[in-house]
Each structure stands twice: as C-alpha cells, then as structure tokens.
C-alpha cells in the first residue's frame, strides 16, 4: 500500500495571455501512494483545476510554460511525446471526471455507448465486447444495466454523473481526477456519489486526487491533503492532523470558516484577495492577509518539513523560527 | 384571514402555486404544483432559512412570497395588508418594502451599467427622481455593504469586481430601497468558503441593524445554524418540519429533515472510513405526487394504511416545532 503512484516535481504550467503570463501552477511538488486519495482544496481561480489539467496534459492551445517531472509509477511522463501519452496515459493510467460533467454527455448517443467509447478507443475492443464491459461498469456503479441502452435526458442528475464516473473507470486506470465532482448535485445525491466513490476506492485499490472547494465535503474521502494558494500548494499534510488542526496560517483561516453542524464555533472569513497570478509578488502570497505576518515574509518561503509527509510552505515552520 | 400579532411582518396561509402544464379542455389538466398548501409566520427582524433540495420548490415559494408570481391560491399579508387583493393591490409599494438577492451575482448585474446605474435603477423605477437624493441613497447603499471607498466604485462595472464584491453590490442594490424584507435565493452557493462567511456576515448584520427580516432560501444546512433564527425544511412544495435553528438541529422530528442530517459532513478525517445512510430514491415528480404522505414512498418508519393514503397534517410536537408526520399524530 505504501509504494509511490505518482510522484510530482517543480511543475509548471503558465497561460499566455495578453497583460503576461498567468502562473497557474507555479512550481507544485507532492506525492501520491498507491491506493490514496489526495484533496486538493483552494479558493477558485487558485489553479486546482490546471494542476489537474497539467497531469493528465488536457491542455489549451496557449501555453506558455509547462514544464517539470511528473513520475507515474517510476516514470516521467512529461517526456512522452503527446501520442505516446495518449496511448500509454490518458485514461489508461489516469482518467479524469470533469467539473459539471453530468452536463457533458452527448444527448444523441446512448449511455451505454458513451462509457464504451474509451474501451474501443484506448484498448481497440470491438463494439459488442466495449458495450458488454460498459454494462459491468456501470452496474460497478450502481447503474442497473437496462440504462445502457438510454439516452442521457432519461437518467437523473446523480445517475448521469455515476455514468461520468464509469466512463473513467472502465480502462481501469490506477488514478482518477475528480474535478468537483459532486458541485451540481442536492445533499442527498452527493452523500449518494461519495458512498460509491468510497466503496470503489477501496474494491479497486484506486487513487484519487479530488479537487473541491467544499472543504467539510473533502474530508468524506481524503488521506491526504494539498491547500492551493495563488498557484503553489502551501500546505500538505495528513488527513487526520489537517482536519483536526491546520498548520499554515492560510489552511488555519480557511478551516475557521467552514461552518460545522453539529458543534457551535465561531465563524471568521479572510479578509482581503488572493493577489493576481499575472506577477504574483515575490514575497509569501499570503502575506498580505496574513495575521502571522513578520519582517521574513518579504522573502518567498520554501517548504519546510517537519515530519516525513507534511510540508508547510511558511516561514513559521523554519527550522530556526522565527527572527 | 389568519390572525397576525404586532410582531408578525409576513403570514402565508394555505399558499399554492401551480404551474399549467396542460389546458383542461379535453382531458385532465395537469399541473406542477411547486408550491403546495404552504402556511408559516416570519416576525420582525428574523431570519428564517427555507431548505430544501433542487424542484422542492424554494424558490418558487420565494418569488411567490415577493410577488413575483400570482399564488394559484391562498394568502400572503404583508405587514397588516393582505397582497393581490383586488381593494389593496399596490404590488409597487410592495416591491419597495421588500428585496431580492439572487443566487449568481454576475447572472444578475448587467454587465453594461456602472453601479451608479444597477444602484438608481430601482430608484428611478419606484420614482424617487432628485438627483442629491439619488446620490445620497447610493452612497449609504455602498457603504452599508462596505464597498468603500464609495467614489472608487460607483463608476466601475460589474465585470471589475470580484465575486464577493459583485454579490455585495447586488445586497446593495436590493436594499437601496430600504425595505423591511429580503429574500436571498441561495446567495452564497457560487461563491469560496471564506467569502460565504463574508456575504452572510453582512447580511446578518444589515439584519440586525435595520430590523430586516430574511428569508434565506439554501441547499446548506451548515450555515444556517448561524444565520438565522428559525428552519423550515421543504420537500415536494411542502413544509414539512419548522422549528427554531438549534431545536431543530438538536432534536429533528420529520424523517426527511432526520435523513438529510445524517448526509451533511462536518470537517472530520474520520468521515473517510464511513458510509452515509442515505433513504432510497429520488423526490417525486411534482406533477403527479405520491397519495398520502410526500415522503412515504422514501421513509424508514412508513406505516401501510397510514402514510400512503392521508396526507398528515402539521402537528405542533413541541411548542413552536411542527412536523407534517403521522409519526406525531
């Protein structure tokens, strides 16, 4: 259960735009062991969503950076040209539910078909053999099989996102990304896809890197935690120590308003923006906002570990302290 | 007519609001009744959260209530006046009494008027024509939701502020008019955690501050614990469980509120090892709702005979807790 899945360093992805560069992911390290879910938690616009893209190379067309290693089991598939990726990567190690996905099935084509389509595709099954492993697919994910031959607008919202979710799975690949995956979904629905995500993570020994906003609801499936800030992940850490308490003056503020059901606390936000990721400053991003600020934070801090899987990219956690 | 008590601004009796799918002209004529038989009190200077799943009919429930919508039946009196009767009938003045915060702050400003503009439209409207009169109101209006310094912002646009900014300005705009309600349709659910707790730090404050009462109308249980005074849980266009915030968080009566309480995770790296119970199957099709109880095709505690032959009634289970289950009948 231990050994390293995915092993990402100093990776990069830049937008190019006309005002200049836009540092979506801006030199991002962490790595993932098989059979964990890593949540990568993060205001909107701090680049979970390119970090994601950058991994599985669904890039736009303006590039303007993107560099790094990405291992995946042992081996930098940054270097694979794109039809290798394609062949060896893209949803045949690493798949992908995309945000609002349940509105992206095709309304012509049959359920069925759509969850087949990446069988006849990356392993050249035949239509009829695609099909049949669609049908197990989807019944893995508590689709009955009759729904197979239906066209999307007959299936519910939650139905329609467990189909999303067996087209990701039907290569079986080693990790999924899951972007927001339950964003659109009521209460109920949502409970409903993290009891399935929790049961096939553990049936199919399946990594996953979720990406949410919805901090209380990342907590329903993460072993591991990354908080993205401005394009650079602040803080990684064990599950059980972030949600308990959080270590970066960022995570800490961002866990103080999350509301809570069961117990009163008292609820703060942060006050101020996230600067722009065009010239980000080169001081710590958080610094403007940050209660802990001191005469160091001028200068851009490294990550400092304080024990083998936690990184805190704070100049509190230096090995000095602070001065 | 339903008696009201001082303290009382809005009472809805016996609210319906259906929607003609198909004339009755030959054959049956169907309807969606999104909103149906709904009947509840909100008092001066309180905040009631209406909760409810996505088609519960919340919303409809909100643009009925702002009269937005013609209710198919029943009544809404506003501060001692009963609305849409035919003697009364100043929808005008209602408007400028009451407000509305959408849901998708950008969806809502026209992105091709400065906030000068999105802010003297409803004054214009409502005929407020002086123009130091106009500026002094959209400055208060600015300040009151902390988009300050007021002279940097008012000739700005939409598209320049960021999200929270944007559903500030549309607070602003619903509360240029001062009015003694607000309705706010799900006003956090596009936006980051700690800007939620910006926006909805705001509005309790105006809500304290100037005696506003709020129908907040969410998805997310967890905030309401904190933003308002009472709860009232919707499923298929009905009420059907309404209590104070805590007691209804602490000792919930009605199956359905039971069930979406359990769905709801709290922060807690333990949820991780733990299914959900969840009750089978989907809310119902509006159109043709289940006989008897809504919930009773979904419930664990469906008594046959009971609850999928008669529609229960709302009991008063404990002093101001109601619940429409024959559990408590």
């Known amino acids: 259960m231990n050994s390293s899945l995915l092993d990402v360093k100093d990776l990069y992805l830049y937008f190019r735009t006309k005002r200049g560069p836009v540092k979506a992911v801006d030199g991002i390290s962490f790595r993932i062991n098989r059979g964990d879910t890593l949540a990568l938690i993060g205001e909107s616009g701090c680049g979970k969503s390119s970090l994601a893209k950058a991994i599985i190379r669904l890039l736009p067309t303006n590039i303007d950076t993107y560099k790094g290693h990405v291992y995946l089991d042992g081996k930098d598939i940054m270097q694979l040209d794109e039809s290798k990726f394609g062949k060896l990567v893209r949803w045949v190690k690493i798949s992908m539910v995309t945000q609002a996905a349940q509105n992206s099935l095709n309304p012509v084509i049959k359920v069925g078909q759509q969850v087949a389509e990446p069988l006849m595709i990356h392993e050249q099954l035949d239509k009829k053999t695609a099909l049949n492993k669609a049908k197990e697919t989807l019944s893995l994910v508590g689709i009955s099989k009759a729904f197979a031959d239906r066209y999307p607008f007959e299936l519910s919202g939650g139905m329609r996102q467990r189909a999303i979710i067996a087209m990701a799975l039907t290569t079986n690949p080693e990790l999924v990304v899951l972007d927001e995956p339950t964003s659109a979904l009521d209460v109920l629905t949502q409970a409903g896809i993290m009891n399935l995500l929790k049961r096939i993570r553990k049936s199919l020994n399946l990594s996953f890197i979720l990406i949410t906003h919805d901090i209380a609801l990342s907590s329903e499936l993460a072993d591991k935690v990354a908080v993205m800030y401005a394009g650079q992940i602040v803080e990684f850490d064990d599950a059980d120590r972030f949600y308990r308490s959080a270590s970066h003056p960022y995570s800490a503020k961002l866990m103080t308003s999350v509301p809570t059901l069961r117990t009163d606390k008292k609820l703060e936000f942060i006050r101020g923006l996230p600067p722009s990721l065009i010239n980000p400053p080169a001081t710590c991003r958080f610094a403007p906002r940050c209660p802990y600020k001191h005469g160091r934070c001028s200068e851009d801090p490294p990550s400092f570990s304080l024990r083998s899987d936690q990184r805190i990219k704070c100049w509190l956690y230096s090995v000095e302290g602070v001065d | ?329």
């Open chain 2, 1 to 329: 007519m339903i008696e009201t008590s001082i303290n009382v601004l809005l009472s809805v009796a016996n609210l319906r609001k259906w929607f003609e799918l198909r004339k009755g002209i030959f054959g049956k004529a169907l309807y969606v009744k999104a909103v149906d038989d709904v009947s509840f009190k909100l008092n001066k200077g309180e905040a009631v959260s209406l909760v409810g799943e996505s088609g519960s009919g919340k919303t409809t429930l909100g643009k009925t209530i702002l009269g937005l919508y013609k209710p198919t039946s029943g009544e809404i009196i506003f501060d001692g006046k009963e609305l849409w009767n035919s003697k009364s009938n100043d929808l005008m003045h209602y408007h400028q009494e009451t407000g509305l915060v959408q849901q998708d702050p950008f969806g809502a400003l026209p992105p091709f008027m400065s906030i000068q503009r999105v802010l003297t439209e409803p004054l214009a409207v409502h005929k407020i024509r002086s123009s130091s009169e106009k500026n002094e109101r959209v400055h208060k209006a600015l300040e009151e939701v902390r988009l300050t310094p007021v002279d940097d912002f008012v000739n700005k646009y939409p598209h320049m502020l960021s999200g929270g900014q944007q559903q500030r300005l549309v607070i602003a705009r619903a509360m240029i008019l001062d009015p003694k309600m607000i309705i706010a349709d799900e006003p956090v659910s596009m936006l980051d955690a700690s800007v939620r707790i910006e926006i909805l730090t705001l509005l309790k404050d105006l809500q304290d501050k100037h005696d506003l009462s709020v129908v907040y109308i969410t998805h997310d249980l967890s905030t309401t614990r904190y933003f308002s005074e009472w709860i009232f849980i919707m499923y298929a266009g009905k009420i059907v469980e309404k209590a104070r915030t805590k007691e209804l968080l602490r000792n919930s009566l009605h199956p359905y509120t039971q069930a979406l309480l359990k769905t709801i995770p709290d922060p807690d790296p333990d949820n991780r090892f733990k299914p959900r119970d969840i009750p089978p199957g989907e809310p119902p099709n509006l159109v043709n709702p289940p006989e008897g109880c809504r919930f009773h095709p979904r419930c664990i505690y469906a008594m046959a005979g009971m609850c999928n032959q008669k529609e229960p009634p709302e009991f008063e289970v404990e002093k101001d807790h109601f619940a429409s289950c024959w559990l408590y009948g």
